[in-house]
């Protein structure tokens, strides 16, 4: 069985891609480099031993993508593609709504006129907004905080309406909490472009001597020490997440929207102090004051999941660390 991935050469894309290899499915990538490079196609072939269809290509060129639709008729569409960097979506709106949200309605065109007929949707903890209690199940209210987020939110939106339209067309909704680490092999990671927004990313840098000290953003946030506290995944969980939902889809074709995180929230200080372990030296570290937007707790009610597609996160924060510095040491 075929599945098309947008994206399917950045973060999670890539280690995706695996998991579906893994598994014995085939794998086509459709990505216009923007936030990847095209040797991450040879990384998977290494890891894995089977070297992925590429196409580098933009979800903005309609008639190109589908065209590629129609070449390889995939069975299902994993759509990561998209920026994802919120401080650039308050600051070039346009170029979120019009990659992110045009950039959609492509592939769904492309996909109607193909019969293809499902669809599995990066989402993201954001839709949230500022929830009322942690741990945040799947039917909390939804809001948007910047416009990366806003794009997620009328993506949703505009996936109900279709499945509403259309109920040949299957969708899993995937709302990620933070996904951290990268595979063992240390061939595939998160390489982000200038100085990182995102905490391990940073704290990678800070590890590696690229950056002097860590900042972290508040220590008076209403959580077990004060500073933040969010629900770190383990990138390769994630990966299985997508494998799991599609077989849902095949199974029990309809809509459906889950939460992929752990269930568990650390804060920043234990983040450091999980890190500094692995390191075995200390992470220097200074408190600074809050980071605008920034909510005091995050992290997920993973029942919904576990319970309809047996997705239970394995992987520890020591994991995590350890794969995230494996990967940054060989790159
Ligand atoms: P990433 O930037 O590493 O991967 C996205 C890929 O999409 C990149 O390779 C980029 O080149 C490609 N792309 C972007 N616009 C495109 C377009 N118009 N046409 C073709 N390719 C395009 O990001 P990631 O961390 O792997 O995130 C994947 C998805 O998951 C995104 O939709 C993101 O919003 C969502 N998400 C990520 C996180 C996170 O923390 N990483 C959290 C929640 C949700
Ligand atoms: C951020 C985005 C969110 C996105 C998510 C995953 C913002 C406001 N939110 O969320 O929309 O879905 O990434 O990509 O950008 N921290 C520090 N120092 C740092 C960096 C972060 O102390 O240098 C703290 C933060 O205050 C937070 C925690 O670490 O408490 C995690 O931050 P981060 O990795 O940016 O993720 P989120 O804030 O969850």
């Given at each position: 069985?075929?599945?098309?991935?947008?994206?399917g050469?950045?973060?999670?894309?890539?280690?995706?891609?695996?998991?579906?290899?893994?598994?014995?499915y085939?794998?086509?990538?459709?990505?216009?480099?923007?936030?990847?490079?095209?040797?991450?196609?040879?990384?998977?072939?290494?890891?894995?031993?089977?070297?992925?269809?590429?196409?580098?290509?933009?979800?903005?060129?309609?008639?190109?993508?589908?065209?590629?639709?129609?070449?390889?008729?995939?069975?299902?569409?994993?759509?990561?593609?998209?920026?994802?960097?919120?401080?650039?979506?308050?600051?070039?709106?346009?170029?979120?709504?019009?990659?992110?949200?045009?950039?959609?309605?492509?592939?769904?065109?492309?996909?109607?006129?193909?019969?293809?007929?499902?669809?599995?949707?990066?989402?993201?903890?954001?839709?949230?907004?500022?929830?009322?209690?942690?741990?945040?199940?799947?039917?909390?209210?939804?809001?948007?905080?910047?416009?990366?987020?806003?794009?997620?939110?009328?993506?949703?939106?505009?996936?109900r309406d279709?499945?509403?339209?259309?109920?040949?067309?299957?969708?899993?909704?995937?709302?990620?909490?933070?996904?951290?680490?990268?595979?063992?092999?240390?061939?595939?990671?998160?390489?982000?472009?200038?100085?990182?927004?995102?905490?391990?990313?940073?704290?990678?840098?800070?590890?590696?001597?690229?950056?002097?000290?860590?900042?972290?953003?508040?220590?008076?946030?209403?959580?077990?020490?004060?500073?933040?506290?969010?629900?770190?995944?383990?990138?390769?969980?994630?990966?299985?997440?997508?494998?799991?939902?599609?077989?849902?889809?095949?199974?029990?074709?309809?809509?459906?929207?889950?939460?992929?995180?752990t269930?568990?929230?650390?804060?920043?200080?234990?983040?450091?102090?999980?890190?500094?372990?692995?390191?075995?030296?200390?992470?220097?570290y200074?408190?600074?004051?809050?980071?605008?937007?920034?909510?005091d707790?995050c992290?997920?009610?993973?029942?919904l999941?576990?319970?309809?597609?047996?997705?239970?996160?394995?992987?520890?924060?020591?994991?995590?660390?350890?794969?995230?510095?494996?990967?940054?040491?060989?790159?």
């Amino acid at each position: 069985m075929k599945i098309l991935v947008t994206g399917g050469t950045g973060y999670i894309g890539s280690h995706t891609a695996v998991s579906l290899i893994e598994n014995g499915y085939g794998v086509v990538i459709v990505d216009n480099l923007s936030n990847s490079k095209e040797s991450v196609v040879d990384k998977i072939r290494e890891i894995t031993g089977v070297k992925p269809v590429f196409y580098n290509a933009d979800l903005l060129d309609k008639e190109t993508l589908g065209a590629i639709v129609k070449r390889e008729k995939p069975q299902s569409v994993i759509h990561f593609a998209g920026l994802k960097a919120v401080g650039e979506s308050v600051a070039v709106p346009l170029k979120y709504y019009g990659n992110n949200v045009v950039g959609t309605i492509n592939l769904l065109e492309a996909m109607a006129e193909n019969g293809v007929g499902d669809f599995v949707f990066s989402s993201s903890a954001t839709v949230y907004g500022k929830p009322a209690s942690v741990p945040i199940r799947e039917d909390f209210p939804l809001s948007a905080t910047n416009p990366y987020g806003a794009t997620k939110l009328m993506i949703e939106g505009i996936l109900r309406d279709v499945h509403a339209a259309d109920n040949t067309m299957n969708i899993a909704v995937l709302r990620y909490f933070n996904p951290v680490g990268a595979h063992k092999s240390g061939l595939i990671g998160e390489n982000p472009n200038g100085i990182p927004n995102n905490l391990v990313p940073y704290m990678m840098q800070v590890a590696a001597e690229k950056l002097d000290f860590l900042r972290v953003f508040g220590d008076d946030y209403g959580t077990k020490d004060g500073t933040g506290v969010r629900d770190y995944i383990h990138v390769t969980d994630l990966a299985e997440g997508h494998v799991l939902a599609l077989k849902k889809l095949e199974k029990k074709p309809g809509m459906v929207v889950y939460n992929l995180g752990t269930g568990i929230g650390y804060s920043v200080l234990e983040m450091i102090g999980t890190f500094s372990s692995v390191l075995g030296r200390d992470l220097p570290y200074k408190i600074v004051e809050r980071r605008p937007g920034d909510i005091d707790e995050c992290y997920a009610d993973t029942a919904l999941a576990e319970r309809e597609i047996g997705f239970k996160a394995k992987k520890s924060l020591r994991d995590m660390f350890e794969d995230g510095w494996n990967f940054q040491l060989k790159n």
